[in-house]
């Protein structure tokens, strides 16, 4: 649908690259995950100071603990997450991950940690939206490790820099098996951490790269 395409259209390419490869049964749903994270993050840089974008962050929580035939009509974010089943109250942790991040610089570790915990937990709620609670560790873990290593190269301060490198490599050995529903997770993961050991932004998205996603999203390693 037209709403759809432009939900495509506002995400980073390395978040479109990665839905490339969702199966159409869980393509709206991971969509909706994306252009969400998406959402936010513009809030945060698109606001002049750290009080306004905590308005409009508490807006998205308070819109996302309500029940969804409450919603208004007319937002194309808020018409993608009703495909979530009932599962988009878990997305709060994404803004709250979010709203760490309005502090100022330094950040605390805490507020990282509380930053990739909450992609965490919109990644395994992604895997209970599609029906598969037995892998929303899994998913959890590819969405702690996602944000770590985004951090770690987009933070200016040396000492944030020092704690999301330090939060990245406390997970990195770990890769787990996700099925095909889940690989865009796993594509934009991979992606990420090859920027991260590149120490380049367009590394994740050079000719290079292409075939590294490709195996992670159609392979799943």
Avoid: C
């Avoid at 994404?94 to 605390?108: C, I, K, R, S």
């Amino acid at each position: 649908s037209a709403q759809e395409e432009m939900l495509v259209a506002s995400l980073p390419t390395a978040s479109r690259l990665a839905l490339a490869y969702a199966p159409a049964k869980a393509r709206l749903q991971t969509l909706a995950l994306f252009a969400l994270d998406t959402r936010l993050a513009g809030l945060l840089r698109n606001s002049s100071e750290p009080m306004l974008a905590q308005l409009r962050l508490s807006w998205w929580r308070e819109t996302l603990t309500r029940d969804e035939n409450e919603w208004p009509e007319g937002e194309p974010l808020l018409a993608a997450l009703r495909s979530w089943n009932g599962q988009h109250r878990s997305l709060s942790a994404l803004v709250d991950g979010w709203e760490a991040l309005t502090g100022t610089a330094p950040l605390p570790p805490g507020a990282l940690r509380e930053m990739a915990e909450g992609r965490a937990a919109s990644f395994a709620a992604l895997a209970r939206s599609l029906a598969l609670e037995q892998e929303a560790e899994a998913a959890s873990h590819l969405g702690r490790q996602w944000a770590a290593a985004d951090l770690a190269m987009r933070l200016g301060h040396s000492q944030e820099r020092a704690t999301a490198t330090a939060l990245v490599a406390e997970g990195k050995d770990r890769r787990p098996r996700i099925s095909r529903s889940l690989r865009p997770l796993l594509v934009l993961h991979g992606l990420a951490h090859r920027r991260l050991e590149k120490g380049d932004e367009a590394a994740a998205l050079s000719p290079a790269a292409m075939p590294k996603a490709m195996r992670l999203g159609f392979l799943g390693f």
